[in-house]
C-alpha cells in the first residue's frame, strides 16, 4: 500500500463548525487530491493539488478550501460544516510523471457526520 | 462535461458465475480508463488501465476488461467469480491532466 494516511478515520461535528482534515503521504508524490464519496455518486473530486501552494478546484468545492504547504500534507477545511457536507472523504496521490495515465493511490478515508 | 455511467448499481451472483459490469463514458476524444475496486473495509485499489493499444487488457486477480471504442464502453469481466470479490467496483476516465471522472459504482456480492 502506498504511504497515506488520512486524520481524523472518524468525525461528528455540529452544523456551523469549522472541521480540517489532514492526509499525509510518505511517498512524495507531485499530485493529491481530495474526493468525496456518496450513494450511487462514486467518487467526485473536491479539489486537487499539483505541487506545493498550487492547488485547484475539482467538481464539487463549494464550501471546502485546501491548502498544501509541505509535499507530504493536504488539508481539507470545511469553513462551516453543514449536513450536506456529511460523507466518506478519501485522499489520494500520484506521481504527476505521465500526464492522464498516473494511477491514483487513495487513503484509508474519513468518515465525517455533521448534525 | 465528462460523464460516466455504469448502469448496474446492485449485482448479486453465485460462485463460479460470469461477471461483467458496464460502463459507458460521454467524452469523444482521446481517453484513459481505469477500473478500481474497493473490498469491505479497505482502500481503494486499481483493478486494471487502458491507455493505448490492445483494447482488450488484463488486471490483477483474473479481472479483465475490452474497450470499445464505438460504443464508449470499458466493460468489466471475470469468468468465474469467487465469494473474496465481494466489493465495490468504480469505473474512472481521464481525459485531460490528471484528474479522473468516477462512475457511480457497482456492487457486488458474491454468495458462497
Known amino acids: 500500500d502506498a504511504g497515506i494516511t488520512q486524520s481524523p478515520r472518524h468525525k461528528v461535528t455540529e452544523t456551523g463548525t469549522p472541521v480540517t482534515l489532514r492526509c499525509h503521504q510518505t511517498?512524495?508524490?507531485?499530485?493529491m487530491y481530495w474526493y468525496r464519496q456518496d450513494p450511487g455518486h462514486g467518487l467526485r473530486l473536491i479539489h486537487y493539488?499539483?505541487?506545493?501552494?498550487?492547488?485547484d478546484k475539482g467538481e464539487v468545492s463549494d464550501g471546502y478550501s485546501v491548502s498544501r504547504s509541505k509535499t507530504e500534507d493536504f488539508l481539507l477545511t470545511l469553513e462551516s460544516a453543514t449536513s450536506s457536507q456529511t460523507s466518506v472523504y478519501f485522499c489520494?496521490?500520484?506521481?504527476?510523471?505521465?500526464?492522464?495515465?498516473?494511477?491514483?493511490?487513495f487513503g484509508p478515508g474519513t468518515r465525517l457526520t455533521v448534525l | 462535461a465528462q460523464s460516466v455511467s455504469q448502469h448496474n448499481h446492485h449485482v448479486i451472483l453465485s460462485e463460479a458465475a460470469s461477471l461483467e459490469l458496464g460502463c459507458n463514458y460521454s467524452?469523444?476524444?482521446?481517453?484513459?480508463l481505469f477500473w478500481y475496486v474497493q473490498y469491505p473495509g479497505q482502500h481503494l485499489q486499481r483493478l486494471l488501465k487502458?491507455?493505448?493499444?490492445?483494447?482488450l487488457v488484463k488486471g490483477i486477480k483474473g479481472f479483465e476488461a475490452e474497450f470499445i471504442k464505438s460504443k464508449f464502453s470499458f466493460n468489466l469481466r471475470k469468468p468465474s467469480v469467487q465469494w473474496s470479490d465481494t466489493a465495490e467496483y468504480f469505473c474512472?476516465?481521464?481525459?485531460?491532466?490528471?484528474?479522473?471522472?468516477f462512475g457511480g459504482g457497482t456492487r457486488l456480492m458474491v454468495k458462497p
Open positions: 489520494a496521490i500520484s506521481e504527476g510523471v505521465a500526464e492522464g495515465t498516473d494511477t491514483q493511490y
Open positions: 511517498e512524495n508524490h507531485r499530485y
Open positions: 493539488s499539483y505541487g506545493v501552494k498550487d492547488t
Open positions: 467524452y469523444g476524444g482521446t481517453v484513459n
Open positions: 487502458y491507455f493505448s493499444g490492445d483494447p
Open positions: 474512472a476516465v481521464n481525459n485531460a491532466g490528471n484528474m479522473l471522472t
